[in-house]
Structure formats: C-alpha cells, structure tokens
C-alpha cells in the first residue's frame, strides 16, 4: 500500500502561484511514477501532469502546459506541481496519484482509473 497525502491547496487570485505537496508513505517511493489530476465540481477528473519514477520524463495536460511543472524528491518522498499564472478556469481539487507503471500521455489523459493509490485531494481556488 501507499499513502498519499496532498497539501499546499488555497485561494489565490488570477495571475498568481501556488505550490502543492504530495506526501508518500508506505512504499519504496522511487517505484512509483507520479501524477496530478484535478477534477472542478460537475466535471470529470482531468490530467494534470505525470512524472517517471526517476524524475526524467514528464506529461502534462494540454491546459496547463507551460504554466504548471511537475517535479520529485525521491530522498525525501515528494512530490510536487508548481502551479504559476494561475486562471480561475484551474480552481478545482486537485489529487496526487502514484502506480509503479509511468503510462503513456494517451493512458493519463483518458483513463484516470488506471492509477493505483490516490490522495484524499486538496482544494485549489482562483479568483478573478
């Protein structure tokens, strides 16, 4: 089993920056490939980003590309998204995922259910 808590979720206004945390324990975290989705109330969870378990290949979803950045600390079992020019459009809650296979771009973005262990979320609010 792996636990995974997130943190870092706030309110902030358009144009600006947060950074959200996810914890791991339980597992060897440098099995793991990482993931953030985020789902807004009355839609479907979407692809945020992914990263391999050594940190060196990264995804991301189209409406965060160049503005979001994945990253990883495999010594101290994090992860994180660095979330900048922030839009009211990304306020959702937003949860850390982990599975021991890095899937393809196509897997992330059309099936979430694919990943294993999944965070209990951490809410995300832009204001405009």
Known sequence: QVQLVESG???????????LS????????????MAWFRQ???KEREFVAAISQ?????????????????????AKNMAYLQMNSLK???TAVYYC???????SASTYKTNYSAMG???????????S
């Not at 999944?118 to 809410?123: P, R």
């Open 54 to 74: 050594s940190g060196g290949l990264t995804y991301y979803g189209d409406s965060v590309k160049g503005r979001f950045t994945i990253s990883r600390d495999n």
């Open 117 to 127: 262990y999944w965070g209990k979320g951490t809410l995300v609010t832009v204001s």
């Open 22 to 33: 996810c914890a791991a324990s339980g597992r060897t975290f440098s099995n793991y490939a």
């Open 40 to 42: 807004a109330p009355g």
């Open 97 to 103: 995922a982990a599975d021991q296979r890095y899937y």
């Open 9 to 19: 979720g706030g309110l902030v206004q358009a144009g600006g920056s947060l950074r």
């Open 88 to 90: 009211p459009e990304d």
